[in-house]
């Protein structure tokens, strides 16, 4: 199962991850991301079959590379 986490100190807010995989990831105030599944504040969380696609897409999408990912 995949495990995704994103790493604040690199991401730009640049939006991109979160509008191509709305249900994995968010924007906090500042448009910065994060996971929103449980846990996605502490470390890597498991990403549900159903949104393993869309997860994948937003991080081959990442242009500073800030979602990190776990197979
Ligand atoms: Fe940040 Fe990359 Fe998403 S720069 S907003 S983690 S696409």
Known sequence: MAKTFVDKDTCIACGACYSTAPDVYESDD????FVKLEGGLEGFVEIPEELLSDALDAKDGCPTESIKWED
């Open 30 to 33: 500042d448009g910065y991301a």
